[in-house]
């Protein structure tokens, strides 16, 4: 088998300050680009473009070449690296952001190769959707691209968000910000809605009560993966969206079937992130792991349909 | 095909006034024996234990009796039926009570014939668990029993819940009871700990997230049916609880796949009834319309996993 098709993700590298009821990390490695990097490394190749400062840790560039992620994109700038601090309350899922240091993020702009603008798989992660759009257009022929967003961008620049959305063939978002764009409360009129506006497709991301794809042919869900231990829900989304782009690089397929796929992927590797603080968990797991959680999330929805409705008893 | 068994339901028979953005009713058919023996109808043979007013609409014992619903368990008190007033804001799902008059059940003891002793299948709605404990207790020997139950209760007498759930084959809450009652956050640590407590196996339903099953043995969820038009949430729980228990009534089985496809079925028969006001889509529906949304909820679930992990490229 050749190797699967080079995944491109354009996000942060961050080091994050965590609390959450069940510990914290200090400057953890952090940031979207990690996230989802980490996780689709276990499908396919991955390329960074982000930009870090020159206090970024060795050891953290050791890690995502550890994991073979191509860092050629990480630009160091001079200053320091973007730095996050937050903490989770017992209603783990919203985050409050108690710091946040763009540092060398603030002027970050991305500076693509000519490989990168070959790249057939493209995650435009959570950053300004003005940078989101001049990355997208100088891939020359993707074969899928999936962006990610923020409430904050979608307060500020709704159409600019509502145009990533129309250029790029899955648009992620959490169930909150997917109610606030589209103007509607159910989730799924929500999905719908979106798609009327112009969206390819969307998922929905609904923390523990999974996920939900819509496009314009087809709806499906997915659950989440009941974890055991929840330590930190920083990057879930991120790892989601490194499990379902990773698996389609990787499966070489866009059918029906294969998209449940993914998005049950997705689900396995966001579980895996959620366990433990940083992205440890993501390095940690091995193949094993993932195969034998995706078969417990088939599992709790599968099922025979024999008869729809089975013979009228009377 | 023989009839399929009969399904006893013992809980309230109201007259409900309604208020939601999409519309209103007025001293409609309502309470928990009414959605479900409605939604139940379309499976199996349905009697109702319950108690109404001489003030009660013959209108509505037609409807039922049109259903095939067996009255001989339905007690005429002299003075006036349950009334309920509530209304819904925006945020659908939430209902605000605006006035109950409990009437003539406020002095309800239901009185079981020979005929309610040895019904197969039975629902114990949401009632005082001092009376679904005596109702359960003088069921012979019941294939499957559910209950189902409610904050006021939680708050009031948490033992005679628990007791209840130990008592019945699958019990029946929502999101925010399950976690009131288990004192857990995350549903599926809910579901866990609702089993530890000596539950059998629990559905915890979720609203537009659908429902989880969890038992010692098994785990799995079904999305909720997306509605196009949601007008009444009032009796999604019972119309859920008719589908669940009549289905598996009327299929005779018990396994991982019925039970699967008899949650799908809840799902189905809770988006009847939320279409429109009182139960009257679910008096409406065709055996077709419930087979034609089971059929779409199936598709949102399923797919093949031929392998759980594909080669890896590298």
Known sequence: MSPAPDVLVVGSVALDSVRTPFGAAEEALGGSASYFALSASHFAPVKILAVVGDDFPAEHRRLFEGRGVDLSGLETAPGRTFRWRGEYTVELGHAHTLETQLNVFSTFHPRLDERHRSSPFVFLANIDPDLQLEVRRQIRSPQLTLSDTM??????KPDRVLEVLREVDVALLNEEEAR?????????RAGERLIEQGAQSVIIKQGEHGALYQSREDRFVTPAFPVEALRDPTGAGD???????????????????ALRQALGVGAVMASLAIEDFSPRRLVEASHEDISSRLKVLHRMVNYELEAAFPPDPS
Chains 1, 2 share one sequence.
């Open 151 to 156: 409430n904050y961008w979608i307060a500020r």
């Open 180 to 188: 606030a764009l589209a103007g509607e409360t159910q989730v799924v």
């Open 239 to 257: 790892s989601f969206a490194g499990g379902f782009l990773g698996w389609l690089a990787r499966s070489g397929r866009r059918d029906g079937q």
